[in-house]
């Protein structure tokens, strides 16, 4: 299968995030700045809040324990609740929910909101690039059905007598270098149980694929176009992945 870019892809979740090295001039103030500047879009503003459990013993005063909750950032959606923008004390992510728009869409929103985030929170070094691309994937039950027919790195079952040839769920991790770029994948490949159609019996299994592709390193220059550089890279990898995954069957039906 050829890489190439699908009229009408299954992606149900694909997101950007940044991940900084927080300084003391990082507050929640200041993020709580940068989420009314962006009000007029993402309207709904909630608190994420760390939380931490201490489990301490002396002799002295005996066992104690101490929870503490902490305020980080703030999430925000969208009205239509299918764009989230999650910005806390050491990381900045940008969601987009299906109906998703094409790649550019996404890097050209998170360079907007990344440059106004900036603006308000003293951020002064990136250690951590990830993306991450959620698909849900329907198989169709047919007569001559097969997982090798839409699945190319579907796992062999183990092969002794007495066991059956057949499978009612799995799921696979799968972590990937990639040297090349520096980068790491993780890819999660998940079947769930069937799903009804129209004439409300069985006719698809529903089929996850989960790619996440990151690169740890520190970026002094937070401006820099290595971000955004970067993140092309790893987006050729991850449509590797994605295509080398899937058969031509279970493709040509978002192509």
Known sequence: MEIKTLNNPPIREALLEIRFNPNKNVTVDKLKE???????????????????????????????????????????????????????????IVSFLAPYTPWPDLKDTTKT???????????????????RYINDIKLPLKQDFSFQKYINTFQPLPKYKGLPNSVAKFETTLVIPLEDIGSISTVRQILLGPEDGSSGNPEYLKFVLDIDVYKEKVIKSIRNDEIWNSFEEMRVKKNAIFFGTLTDAAITPYD
Do not use: W
Request: glycine share 4%.
């Open 34 to 92: 940068f989420a009314d500047s962006l009000s007029d879009v993402y309207t709904n503003v909630e608190p994420v809040e760390n939380q931490s459990f201490a489990f301490m013993y002396s002799k002295e005063e005996g066992p104690k324990h101490d929870f503490n909750i902490e305020p980080s950032g703030f999430k925000m959606t969208n009205a239509q609740n299918n764009r989230i923008l999650i910005a806390t004390i050491d990381k900045l």
């Open 113 to 131: 909101i990344y440059t106004k985030y900036l603006e308000c929170v003293p951020q002064t070094e990136v250690t951590r690039l990830g993306m």
